[in-house]
Protein backbone atom coordinates (compact mmCIF):
# COMPACT_ATOMS: atom_id res chain seq x y z
CA UNK A 1 0.00 0.00 0.00
CA UNK A 2 1.10 3.20 -0.93
CA UNK A 3 -0.48 4.94 1.60
CA UNK A 4 -3.13 6.91 -0.13
CA UNK A 5 -6.78 6.12 0.48
CA UNK A 6 -8.93 3.76 -1.23
CA UNK A 7 -11.09 4.73 -3.90
CA UNK A 8 -14.78 4.96 -3.31
CA UNK A 9 -17.72 2.73 -4.58
CA UNK A 10 -19.47 6.22 -5.31
CA UNK A 11 -16.94 8.83 -6.18
CA UNK A 12 -19.27 12.18 -6.96
CA UNK A 13 -20.43 12.77 -10.71
CA UNK A 14 -18.18 15.91 -12.48
CA UNK A 15 -19.43 19.14 -13.04
CA UNK A 16 -21.93 19.53 -15.50
CA UNK A 17 -22.61 22.90 -17.10
CA UNK A 18 -26.05 23.38 -16.31
CA UNK A 19 -26.73 26.05 -18.91
CA UNK A 20 -26.15 23.61 -21.61
CA UNK A 21 -26.51 20.16 -22.20
CA UNK A 22 -24.62 17.45 -23.87
CA UNK A 23 -27.18 15.38 -26.00
CA UNK A 24 -25.05 12.35 -24.93
CA UNK A 25 -25.83 13.17 -21.48
CA UNK A 26 -29.17 13.41 -21.84
CA UNK A 27 -29.35 10.39 -23.79
CA UNK A 28 -27.42 8.65 -20.88
CA UNK A 29 -29.71 9.60 -18.33
CA UNK A 30 -33.09 8.34 -20.57
CA UNK A 31 -31.84 5.15 -21.82
CA UNK A 32 -30.67 4.37 -18.75
CA UNK A 33 -33.37 5.26 -16.43
CA UNK A 34 -36.33 2.31 -15.92
CA UNK A 35 -38.11 3.86 -12.67
CA UNK A 36 -39.44 7.34 -11.95
CA UNK A 37 -40.79 9.11 -9.26
CA UNK A 38 -42.86 12.40 -10.33
CA UNK A 39 -43.02 14.66 -7.61
CA UNK A 40 -45.89 17.00 -8.19
CA UNK A 41 -47.82 14.95 -10.21
CA UNK A 42 -51.32 16.19 -10.69
CA UNK A 43 -54.58 14.47 -11.01
CA UNK A 44 -56.21 17.19 -13.31
CA UNK A 45 -55.30 16.18 -16.73
CA UNK A 46 -54.91 19.33 -18.59
CA UNK A 47 -51.92 19.98 -16.66
CA UNK A 48 -48.13 19.81 -17.99
CA UNK A 49 -47.33 16.45 -15.25
CA UNK A 50 -50.32 14.77 -16.88
CA UNK A 51 -48.85 14.83 -20.23
CA UNK A 52 -45.60 14.12 -19.09
CA UNK A 53 -46.18 11.68 -16.80
CA UNK A 54 -48.67 9.81 -19.88
CA UNK A 55 -46.11 10.15 -22.06
CA UNK A 56 -43.75 8.31 -20.64
CA UNK A 57 -45.54 5.85 -19.64
CA UNK A 58 -46.13 5.14 -22.82
CA UNK A 59 -42.75 4.81 -23.72
CA UNK A 60 -42.21 2.04 -21.29
CA UNK A 61 -40.91 3.83 -18.18
CA UNK A 62 -42.27 2.87 -14.54
CA UNK A 63 -43.74 6.83 -13.04
CA UNK A 64 -44.66 6.61 -9.77
CA UNK A 65 -46.66 9.79 -8.96
CA UNK A 66 -45.79 11.55 -5.81
CA UNK A 67 -48.44 13.88 -4.38
CA UNK A 68 -49.45 14.31 -0.66
CA UNK A 69 -52.62 15.96 -1.57
CA UNK A 70 -53.83 12.97 -3.83
CA UNK A 71 -52.13 9.90 -1.85
CA UNK A 72 -54.25 6.89 -2.50
CA UNK A 73 -55.95 8.30 -6.21
CA UNK A 74 -55.01 7.37 -9.15
CA UNK A 75 -53.13 9.16 -12.16
CA UNK A 76 -53.36 7.41 -15.21
CA UNK A 77 -53.57 4.11 -13.79
CA UNK A 78 -50.59 4.52 -11.52
CA UNK A 79 -51.47 4.91 -7.07
CA UNK A 80 -50.47 8.04 -5.68
CA UNK A 81 -47.97 7.89 -2.56
CA UNK A 82 -47.19 10.77 0.11
CA UNK A 83 -43.46 11.32 -0.97
CA UNK A 84 -40.43 9.32 -1.76
CA UNK A 85 -40.05 7.40 1.19
CA UNK A 86 -43.45 5.55 0.90
CA UNK A 87 -42.57 3.77 -2.87
CA UNK A 88 -42.83 0.41 -2.84
CA UNK A 89 -38.47 0.62 -5.01
CA UNK A 90 -36.10 2.72 -5.29
CA UNK A 91 -36.51 4.82 -7.68
CA UNK A 92 -34.40 5.89 -10.41
CA UNK A 93 -35.19 9.60 -11.25
CA UNK A 94 -36.71 12.04 -9.30
CA UNK A 95 -38.76 14.10 -11.49
CA UNK A 96 -39.32 17.55 -9.71
CA UNK A 97 -42.67 19.28 -11.27
CA UNK A 98 -42.69 21.79 -7.82
CA UNK A 99 -41.24 24.95 -7.25
CA UNK A 100 -37.31 25.83 -7.03
CA UNK A 101 -37.66 26.70 -3.79
CA UNK A 102 -39.56 22.60 -2.91
CA UNK A 103 -36.93 21.45 -5.29
CA UNK A 104 -34.01 21.94 -2.58
CA UNK A 105 -35.66 19.35 0.12
CA UNK A 106 -37.04 17.39 -2.13
CA UNK A 107 -33.39 16.97 -4.16
CA UNK A 108 -32.37 16.25 -0.44
CA UNK A 109 -35.11 13.31 -0.39
CA UNK A 110 -34.02 11.83 -3.42
CA UNK A 111 -30.17 11.73 -2.50
CA UNK A 112 -31.67 9.66 0.70
CA UNK A 113 -33.94 7.52 -1.51
CA UNK A 114 -31.11 6.16 -3.29
CA UNK A 115 -32.03 7.47 -6.59
CA UNK A 116 -29.71 7.92 -9.51
CA UNK A 117 -30.68 11.36 -11.15
CA UNK A 118 -32.61 14.42 -9.85
CA UNK A 119 -34.71 16.13 -12.91
CA UNK A 120 -35.89 19.74 -12.10
CA UNK A 121 -38.75 20.79 -14.69
CA UNK A 122 -39.09 23.29 -16.99
CA UNK A 123 -38.26 27.00 -15.01
CA UNK A 124 -37.01 24.94 -12.12
CA UNK A 125 -33.17 25.38 -11.38
CA UNK A 126 -31.48 25.21 -8.02
CA UNK A 127 -28.01 25.57 -7.81
CA UNK A 128 -27.19 24.92 -4.47
CA UNK A 129 -29.48 21.36 -4.80
CA UNK A 130 -27.63 20.38 -7.77
CA UNK A 131 -24.43 20.72 -5.91
CA UNK A 132 -25.51 18.37 -3.32
CA UNK A 133 -26.96 15.65 -5.32
CA UNK A 134 -23.48 15.82 -7.68
CA UNK A 135 -21.54 15.95 -4.68
CA UNK A 136 -23.60 12.22 -3.34
CA UNK A 137 -23.11 10.86 -7.18
CA UNK A 138 -26.38 12.12 -8.53
CA UNK A 139 -26.78 12.58 -12.33
CA UNK A 140 -28.84 16.22 -12.54
CA UNK A 141 -31.29 18.07 -15.38
CA UNK A 142 -32.49 21.39 -14.52
CA UNK A 143 -34.85 23.83 -16.59
CA UNK A 144 -35.65 20.72 -18.79
CA UNK A 145 -38.41 18.49 -19.42
CA UNK A 146 -37.89 14.74 -19.72
CA UNK A 147 -40.58 13.85 -22.55
CA UNK A 148 -39.46 17.01 -24.15
CA UNK A 149 -36.10 15.71 -23.99
CA UNK A 150 -37.02 12.18 -25.19
CA UNK A 151 -38.78 13.04 -27.88
CA UNK A 152 -36.51 15.47 -29.31
CA UNK A 153 -33.59 13.07 -28.38
CA UNK A 154 -35.59 10.15 -30.59
CA UNK A 155 -36.89 12.52 -33.29
CA UNK A 156 -40.51 12.58 -32.92
CA UNK A 157 -40.79 16.07 -31.40
CA UNK A 158 -43.07 16.93 -34.52
CA UNK A 159 -45.67 14.37 -33.10
CA UNK A 160 -46.14 17.10 -30.32
CA UNK A 161 -46.70 19.93 -32.65
CA UNK A 162 -43.34 21.44 -32.13
CA UNK A 163 -41.07 20.96 -35.64
CA UNK A 164 -42.88 23.70 -37.17
CA UNK A 165 -39.80 26.34 -35.78
CA UNK A 166 -42.39 28.94 -35.01
CA UNK A 167 -43.41 28.41 -31.42
CA UNK A 168 -46.17 30.72 -30.88
CA UNK A 169 -49.57 31.66 -29.37
CA UNK A 170 -50.59 33.37 -32.03
CA UNK A 171 -52.29 31.61 -35.18
CA UNK A 172 -50.02 31.35 -38.20
CA UNK A 173 -51.01 33.35 -41.60
CA UNK A 174 -51.46 30.83 -44.50
Not at 42 to 48: F, M, Q, V
Not at 54 to 70: C, E, M, Q, S, T
Not at 122 to 132: E, L, M, S, T
Amino acid sequence: MDGSPAPTATAAAPAIDHDRYDDAYLRRILRDVKTIAMVGASTNWNRPSYFAMKYLLDKGFKIYPVNPGAVGQKILGQTVHASLEDLPETVDMVDIFRNTEAAGPITDAAIAHGAKVVWMQIAVRNDAAARRAEAAGLRVVMNRCPKIEHSRLIGTLEWHGIASGVISSKKRRL
